[in-house]
């Protein structure tokens, strides 16, 4: 194996210098994102998970950048799994960060299918937000396009049991005709529609201790995450990740192509 895999931190010169594709009203902590995001997914090492990232400070130095520009950037790279990061600790590059995803034989919410408890309530909440290379590039959005980001928060009684975070471009809820104005409208659209509209998903599923997306509702951890993109026609129409209370959940997976079955 080669030697440079097993490094335990990423040098900082492996970054990208100076910044790339610093557009006007581009905002500079997805620049920030774009260069870290494409060295770690794409860079010339492939480099594995638990591998350390150059710390704030470095980096902000590095680009010429404030910490707080690079501190938002790490944090969008946290909420997408590409990196880890425990309080106090630096940055380190997450096991899903190149994992293998697979396809359902069943194309179905998993909020309803497998939840123990019976869900009486749910709140929806969603706004507008900039573009990363990332999710532009897996919604072949071009620029100029509105992405959404909605969050759908679960409940029985008064158990949070679930949380749903999705991405969308807006063309996609202005060309299904739904009324945005409308709660029921667009929770009935992120449950249902979406899967009957999708030919076929890339979903994967693993247990996370921790949560530092200040948009979520704190659930209890360890939660279940189950990350799905879904396609149409080979083109990605939808992110979503659906954040499960694993006292609530017990799901079984049938991958394409094979008899195995695995609980979560």
């Not at 010339?44 to 902000?60: C, I, K, R, V």
């Not at 997306?213 to 939808?238: H, R, T």
């Amino acid at each position: 194996m080669n030697n440079d895999k097993k490094r335990s931190k990423i040098p900082v010169t492996a970054f990208s210098h100076p910044l790339l594709q610093i557009e006007p009203g581009k905002s500079l902590y997805l620049c920030v994102y774009d260069a870290i995001y494409s060295t770690i997914l794409h860079g010339e090492q492939n480099w594995m998970a638990g591998t350390s990232l150059p710390s704030e400070q470095d980096l902000a130095e590095y680009w010429d950048v404030s910490k707080g520009t690079v501190r938002e950037a790490l944090y969008h790279l946290l909420e997408d799994g590409v990196i880890q990061k425990s309080q106090g600790r630096r940055a380190v590059v997450s096991q899903r960060a190149n994992f293998q995803n697979f396809n359902y034989q069943a194309l179905i919410n998993p909020i309803h299918a497998f939840c123990s408890l019976e869900i009486d309530r749910a709140e929806i909440e969603f706004h507008c937000v900039s573009l990363s290379d990332w999710l532009s590039g897996k919604l072949q959005l071009s620029e100029g396009s509105v992405l959404v980001k909605g969050c759908v928060q679960y409940y029985s009684g008064k158990i949070n049991c679930a949380t749903t975070v999705f991405f969308t471009p807006f063309s996609l809820l202005e060309k299904e005709a739904v009324k945005v104005t409308s709660e029921a409208a667009l929770i009935n659209f992120i449950e249902h529609r979406v899967y009957e509209k999708a030919e076929y998903a890339q979903s994967s599923i693993c247990l996370i201790d921790e949560m530092e997306d200040n948009e979520l509702p704190k659930l209890k951890l360890p939660l279940m995450l189950v990350e799905e993109f879904l396609y149409e026609e080979s083109a990605c129409f939808m992110f979503l990740r659906h954040y499960l209370n694993k006292d609530s959940y017990r799901i079984q997976t049938i991958r394409k192509g094979t008899d195995h079955i695995a609980n979560q």
